[in-house]
């Protein structure tokens, strides 16, 4: 029977303590605090009312600006002035027992231990309260079974309705006759195969995944034990090879939400496949059959594509928006993009394109970036402009200009600023012969990469960011980063094993090699000496599309390079545009 003393009822679903309580929900202390709220997520009545009001205005107004983003099951916010460190707002009115789903999910994902919620739907909504107290129990359940509570050890329901209270008892005391007799099998479910150890491997903490994976049982007869041993031995062996499973490691694993979940779900329900995720390795593994396993690969490769992209944009789009505002003119007064098409418009205008089209206000335009207008189908134009958000002089040994917006300027041998740059070559190059040396004058890259370097020894709190690193490259290639230096269409072309950017070397001869300053039709070579904002930096991997993040408490404050040996480095790898300025250009031969 469940246990109870005059404030909770209690009973045990596996590792997990289930308790009913009557009482004020703003009053208890939680890992996260559940809202049962309308699907505008702004319900001002009951309990939602109470916790949004206890919660604080901020609770408040970050519900309502993540509820503008579009649709969605539940959302999470901060706990505000409550006792928890988040609250999930789920919908009333939705699945309940889908809703548990969504709730323990974000507390594993968190690595939570407890959460606290309403009789969800029991207000508004109308449900009974007795299917809401089963659905509950069933959530929990089914979460057991399919491995995912590794975290969470208790659930808490606060009744707020003191009549409820005797019905989510009769359904603690219904279901705990049935809960003995099913525990062990919750334990070991999915971890045999025919009473023998199964070919899925087992996972520490995996995703939870709605479809559950039902065991097969055989039953084999024979004329003696050797027989029967051989017969299982030889099924248990064509399963393994018929379960080719298929291994993905990347750390966009790691920002996996609703929406990877839902499609990974998808995928199980209308694929024959199971599905296991570690976060910890930021690795999935799918186990199926044929054309199922391929279909399932391909679809979760596309989605993690699309997650990479996504947080690269993201990623860049912050950046440029330290540099550089694009603006349009709406009632005599400027407003600025968005930062995602500050971005697009950005790219565009270094891509020296005449037009692109933007989404102003939900409509349509076209900019012309030679007249700096923006055009709608109707034809009514608004002014655009670029501003740079700060201007820095340049360095005083520049030759002039000429008001030109970009120059490339022969130094002379004997003079002080090449023997500098030719004593750092030839410290590891030394049998190669240098043609000549090019400084690369670009105001526009120069001021960018200075406003980087202000920002970085601010965040750092120190201003020893920057080194003067070597960097290979074609003939081809060189044009392009005189002009925009090394950017997003450059990242990753001649090497990925540390990540998908632009590699530096702290020697000349690592640069030197072939394979990164390949000789043009003449043999001549092509190498940058360039100032490079390291920063801090930590070993990076293959998989990484940005530096990771120093601490897994704080996803969003990154690194800024990583690199092959933190102690020793031999390379360093960028990822941002404007975190790295080609100073000085080397021709060489052998």
Not at 448 to 463: E, I, L, S, V
Request: aromatic content about 8%; overall charge neutral.
């Amino acid at each position: 029977m469940p246990s109870s003393n005059v404030d909770v009822h209690e009973m045990k679903i596996g590792p997990v303590t289930f308790q009913v309580a009557f009482g004020d929900i703003t009053k208890e202390e939680a890992d996260v605090i559940v809202n049962s709220t309308s699907k505008a997520f702004n319900l001002k009545a009951g309990v939602s009312r109470a916790i949004l009001e206890c919660a604080g205005q901020n609770v408040e107004m970050a519900c309502s600006h993540l509820a503008e983003k579009g649709n969605s099951d539940y959302i999470v916010t901060e706990g505000g002035l409550l006792r928890c460190k988040n609250i999930v707002h789920v919908i009333g009115g939705s699945d309940v027992k889908q809703s548990i789903f969504f709730v323990l999910q974000e507390c594993e994902k968190r690595k939570y231990s407890s959460v606290c919620l309403p009789a969800i739907g029991t207000g508004n909504a109308q449900k009974d309260p007795e299917e809401v107290a089963n659905a509950m129990i069933d959530a929990i359940e089914d979460s057991i079974q399919n491995g995912m509570l590794q975290s969470v050890k208790k659930v808490k329901v606060v009744i707020f309705l003191p009549h409820l209270l005797d019905v989510f008892c009769d359904s603690m005391k219904k279901r705990e006759a049935s809960l003995a007799s099913l525990q062990p099998s919750l334990r070991s479910k999915l971890t045999s195969f025919m009473k023998s150890p199964s070919p899925f491997p087992q996972k520490q903490n995996p995703l939870v995944l709605k479809k559950k994976t039902e065991s097969a049982s055989f039953q084999v007869c024979g004329e003696s034990g050797k027989c029967i041993k051989n017969v299982v031995s030889w099924i248990q062996d064509l399963i393994t090879k018929e379960l080719c499973p298929y291994t993905y490691e990347d750390e966009c694993i790691k920002d996996f939400n609703e929406k990877e979940y839902q499609k990974l779900n998808e995928l199980q329900e209308n694929l024959n496949i199971a599905i296991c995720l570690d976060y910890k390795r930021a690795l999935i593994e799918v186990f199926g059959l044929g054309k199922d396993l391929t279909q399932a690969r391909n679809a979760i490769e596309e989605m993690i594509k699309g997650m990479r992209l996504a947080k690269e944009q993201k990623s860049q789009a912050e950046l440029i928006s330290e540099f550089i505002e694009w603006q349009y003119c709406k009632n005599s007064t400027f407003q600025s993009f968005d930062k995602i098409t500050n971005l697009q418009l950005e790219t565009a205008w270094k891509a020296k394109k005449r037009k692109t089209v933007v989404k102003i206000n939900h409509q349509s335009y076209t900019v012309d970036l030679t007249t700096h207008t923006a055009t709608d189908a109707k034809g009514h134009s608004l002014p655009v402009q670029r501003l740079m958000k700060s201007e820095v002089k340049t360095p005083e040994h520049w030759d002039d200009m000429k008001q030109q917006d970009f120059c490339v300027v022969e130094l002379q041998p004997g003079h002080a600023e090449y023997n500098t740059v030719a004593s750092k070559f030839n410290q590891t190059c030394s049998h190669f012969c240098i043609e000549k040396i090019e400084r690369i004058q670009n105001p526009d890259l120069w001021n960018c990469y200075q406003t980087r370097k202000k920002t970085m020894d601010t965040k750092n709190g120190h201003k020893n960011n920057e080194k003067q690193l070597f960097h290979g490259t074609d003939a081809d290639s060189v044009p392009h980063v005189n002009r925009n230096g090394f950017n997003r269409s450059y990242a990753g072309k001649n090497a990925v094993a540390y990540g998908k950017g632009t590699y530096f070397a702290v020697d000349a001869c690592y640069s030197a090699n072939d394979i990164y300053s390949r000789p043009d039709s003449h043999g001549r070579k092509h190498m940058y000496y360039v100032r490079v904002l390291t920063g801090n930096y930590t070993r990076g991997n293959h998989s990484l599309i940005v530096p990771p993040p120093k601490s897994p408490e704080n996803p969003t404050d990154l690194y800024d390079t990583v690199t092959d040996c933190v102690r020793n480095p031999h390379l360093f790898v960028v990822f941002y545009d404007y975190q790295a300025y080609p100073e000085y250009l080397i021709t060489f031969t052998n």
